[in-house]
């Protein structure tokens, strides 16, 4: 008989050497994590992306350009349906606005994220593009618009976008179709190639703690993104939304988003993966524990004060204190704190094979 506590260190042994496990010894970690050791599985973790990226951690500027959607995923507080949301959507002059706020508080990238808005038509954006990328000649873009096109997404590259984040929620066909009414899996997968195909640093990535997810649902999640090699991994727990029919339901918990983000590490050992906000709003030390787990980026709040109560995707969601682009001094602070060190650059992919 195998010693089950033997096994779960020679399997993140062997993934950290190999950075590769499969569903069953996946889902034989995910089982036992808790008995038998977060702690190793983190510090592996953090071994490998120190391997990579050192002590850096990058900050974006994230800028919530629109919460009107014609989406209707049951999990979002800003979907198509509830109506008791306050509705709002920058202007041009109001997202450079933002930008230029950004750039003078250090940031070089900036993240524009929004509901799937018809109001931002690829005209729109190739000026605005245009505009932000000429302007900020050492920033990168990154756009979060949710599905569009090949030719959208083709337009918006060619204009000068550099990346582009599109979770793909989960994995699992069944319940992707359960948490989304009007969306289609395959149209969001092909979405994802379809960024890659053009040559945007692409990032993927799902929720942890989604009602009915299952942990083979979760290392299945894994397998994919090994398969897909996204540049980018945004993890980040379930919350629930007051308004919407999972009101009712457990959040996602801090514990099995931090392993999911490790194990992240471990598989896609030069991914940028964040930090993220929702994380951040379920634990007070969710933040630090996400970097402790291998995380390397942190996307403060970078939207205009006033709207920030409005992009409300989930209840609690923090936007003030350290998440607020405006105490980025005092962000940079905590995160050295930890043994960790701010970088404002750019912070690209890094491209080892051909950097070496
Ligand atoms: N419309 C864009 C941006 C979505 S908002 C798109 O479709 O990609 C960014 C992310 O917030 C989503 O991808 C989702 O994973 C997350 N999110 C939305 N509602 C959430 C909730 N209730 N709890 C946790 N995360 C949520």
Not at 42 to 48: P, R, S
Not at 65 to 86: D, E
């Amino acid at each position: 008989m195998v010693n089950k506590k033997y096994l779960f260190k020679y399997l993140i042994d062997k993934l950290y050497e190999k950075n590769y496990l499969n569903l069953d010894e996946l889902v034989f970690i995910l089982d036992n994590v808790h008995i038998y050791g977060r702690e190793y599985l983190m510090e592996k973790a953090d071994e490998t992306r120190r391997r990579y990226y050192g002590r850096k951690v990058y900050l974006r500027g994230l800028i919530e350009v629109s919460n009107y959607c014609r989406r209707q995923c049951k999990y979002c507080g800003i979907n198509a349906l509830n109506k008791k949301v306050h509705r709002y959507r920058l202007t041009k002059e109001e997202i450079l606005r933002r930008c230029q706020v950004g750039y003078e508080l250090g940031f070089r990238t900036f993240v524009l994220q929004g509901g799937e808005d018809s109001y931002y038509s690829d005209n729109f954006l190739v000026d605005l593009i245009g505009e932000i990328k000429d302007r900020y000649k050492d920033a990168a873009l990154t756009l979060s618009l949710g599905e569009r096109s090949y030719e959208s997404y083709k337009s918006l590259y060619m204009a000068g976008a550099d990346r582009y984040l599109l979770r793909h929620e989960t994995i699992n066909r069944e319940l992707f179709e359960e948490i989304h009414i009007n969306s289609n899996y395959d149209e969001r997968i092909e979405a994802l190639w379809n960024l890659k195909e053009i040559g945007y640093q692409v990032g993927a990535g799902f929720m942890v703690g989604i009602p009915k997810q299952t942990k083979e649902d979760l290392a299945r999640d894994l397998l994919f993104l090994k398969e897909l090699e996204p540049e980018m991994v945004g993890i980040g727990p379930f919350i629930p939304h007051r308004d919407t029919i999972y009101r009712d339901e457990r959040p996602g918990t801090l514990e099995d988003t931090i392993t999911l983000l490790a194990l992240t590490r471990l598989f896609l050992p030069k991914a940028l993966i964040p930090a993220t906000t929702a994380l951040a709003s379920i634990h007070p030390h969710g933040r630090e524990l996400g970097l402790r787990a291998g995380a390397n980026v942190v996307m403060p709040n970078l939207s205009p004060p006033d709207v920030r109560k409005d992009y409300s995707l989930y209840d609690g969601k923090v936007s003030t204190g350290y998440e607020a682009a405006e105490f980025r001094k005092e962000l940079e602070e905590s995160i050295g704190r930890i043994g960790y060190a701010v970088d404002m650059s750019r912070g690209d992919y890094i491209e080892w094979e051909r950097a070496l």
